[in-house]
């Protein structure tokens, strides 16, 4: 039992914050400094705004889940374990979602719950990965 | 006059689905290119323009292995006009709408559209190639690398996404999915290109099969095929005198994407499908009402669901139960849907099945799947890109 490597991201401008924040235990999520708002897959402008005062920007990495899956289909060798997939939605913005896989067991999952941020180190890459964090669930 | 009012669909042509073929990929293409253009009555050497969904892939994985050089040179023709169209645009339809702008900008006077696909063969040599992963060291950020390090190696866990979100809003259920298979496969029955022709689904069958990744089984997945399909254009003024009586293009709509970027907006319920359905209906006089077939895309079930609802062919949140049961998508229901089998049934002729089948339906050739009377068609492509086109015969 157990689980194959995982295949890594190309680390990029724009993405190398975000897969390597986790090396000082910060989620980086880009945020525009004119206008306020954060932005989920990073770029290089400000989608909203278009000026190029975007920032990488620690987050308390908190978020609920909106959505979820669990995966029972063996895609490669070694994939053995049922394992959940998600988009989870931060704190700091409505419909900023991050993908990631929930570490807990999978039957415990469901939508709306609280989770927080975690880190897997893998060469030059920290997945930013979440765990239950308890308390009420918002759906 | 909109482009789309300048061009009508002539002649359509394809192989059966086949895992695998024993015909090359450039074969498959040059028989369902040859169909097409026999269909339409024109000489070979008429066609004039020529295009493929999307362009020939280096990659492997059986996605696109044929371009439009080498059939442009098996076909021994010299067309004005050819390019292939991207992954980028609006979903699988992007080489048609090309082909349409073709037309009404003058250049070209038929216009072969053809989309071919190998993956059956190509799976035979590496499981891996079809998978998001690839066979790439790294995944680079137009590539799923928010999704793929996240042992995310298949399009369905990001659907199974949307799936879940839909389940959780309006309590939709798994049978009610489950129909949306059942449905296609009934009508599978009929279609001698289909890949399942001869192998009956039950909704019992559907409940009973495994699960890929919650809440998306089995035969929630289409099925990766080797065949073709090549649909041929023509402007309007010479489509009058062709064999088959001329397909309008009432109106067109498109929209794009970001899925593979990993932009997802909104509560995973709409994508931005509804964008191309807003697009579509403000370009006719026409209502979702006068639909009287919709071949809808259906890579994965989910897919029907969300665009039933973007092109407001079912109301926000009613799509599984207007489905369950089976009978309103029947042939001779109030919208039959997916009369092919889609792609669940027939096989991932990707897109090119749901246009192909529209022009079926609107020349009467359905034979145990016909639509009776049929007179318009809906015809929708694309997961992350999105093409629709409501058609019609006079």
Not at chain 1, 94 to 121: D, Q, R, W
Not at chain 2, 255 to 282: I, K, R, V
Request: some cysteine.
């Amino acid at each position: 039992m157990g689980m194959p490597d995982r295949k890594l991201p190309l680390l990029t401008t724009e993405t190398e914050a975000f897969w390597t924040g986790g090396k000082d235990g910060c989620l980086m999520i880009q945020r525009c400094t004119a206008c306020g708002l954060y932005q989920h897959p990073p770029l290089p402008i400000c989608s909203a705004c278009r000026t190029e005062t975007v920032l990488p920007t620690a987050v308390s990495g908190r978020a609920r889940i909106k959505t979820f899956t669990i995966n029972h289909q063996a895609w490669v060798p070694g994939l053995d374990e049922k394992f959940v997939f998600a988009a989870v939605e931060l704190e700091e913005q409505a419909e900023i979602y991050v993908f990631t896989n929930i570490l807990a067991p999978p039957e415990k999952v469901h939508s709306g719950m609280a989770v927080k941020v975690c880190f897997e180190h893998h060469e030059d890459v920290w997945l930013p990965m979440f765990e239950l964090a308890g308390g009420p669930d918002a759906s | 006059m909109l482009p789309e009012h300048q061009v009508c669909i002539t002649g359509i042509g394809q192989t059966p689905a086949a895992r695998p073929s024993n015909r090359s990929a450039l074969k498959l293409t040059l028989d369902a290119c040859l169909e097409a253009i026999h269909d339409a009555g024109i000489k070979v050497e008429d066609v004039d323009g020529l295009i493929c969904h999307p362009g020939k892939t280096p990659e492997g994985g059986g996605i696109s292995p044929v371009g439009t050089v080498e059939t442009m040179m098996a076909l021994g023709i010299r067309p004005v006009w050819t390019n292939p169209s991207s992954h980028e645009g609006p979903g699988h339809m992007a080489a048609i709408f090309q082909g349409i702008m073709a037309i009404a900008t003058g250049l070209c006077k038929h216009v072969l559209c053809f989309r071919s696909v190998a993956q059956a063969s190509a799976r035979m040599k590496s499981r891996e190639s079809t998978l998001l992963t690839g066979n790439r060291e790294r995944i680079d950020p137009g590539n799923n690398a928010f999704a793929v390090p996240y042992h995310a190696y298949s399009p369905v866990n990001l659907w199974a996404l949307y799936a879940q979100a839909y389940f959780d809003k309006y309590g939709a259920t798994e049978e009610q999915l489950g129909w949306v298979s059942v449905n296609g496969r009934r009508h599978a029955q009929h279609n001698p290109n289909a890949l399942y022709r001869g192998r009956e689904l039950s909704i019992e069958d559907y409940l009973a099969s495994r699960m890929i990744t919650t809440p998306l089984r089995l035969y929630d997945c289409d099925s990766h095929i080797d065949g073709s399909t090549a649909i041929l254009l023509s402007a309007k003024d010479l489509a009058k005198d062709l064999k088959n009586p001329p397909i309008n293009i009432e109106a067109m709509g498109m929209s794009m994407g970001a899925f593979g970027e990993g932009l997802h907006t909104g509560d995973f319920t709409m994508t931005p499908a509804e964008h191309c359905g807003t697009m579509l209906w403000n370009r006719t006089d026409m209502t979702p009402k006068d639909v009287q077939c919709a071949q809808i895309y259906d890579g994965f079930s989910i897919h029907v669901w969300l665009w039933l609802e973007a092109m407001g062919l079912s109301g926000r949140g009613e799509a599984a139960s207007f489905i369950a049961g089976g009978t309103r998508t029947a042939v001779d229901g109030v919208m039959p849907l997916n009369t092919s089998g889609g792609q669940l049934s027939a096989g991932r002729f990707h897109g090119y099945g749901h246009t192909h089948e529209a022009a079926v339906q609107l020349w009467g050739r359905g034979g145990g799947r016909q639509v009776p009377g049929a007179k318009t068609a809906m015809a929708v492509n694309g997961g992350y890109g999105y093409g629709a086109m409501l058609l019609r015969t006079d």
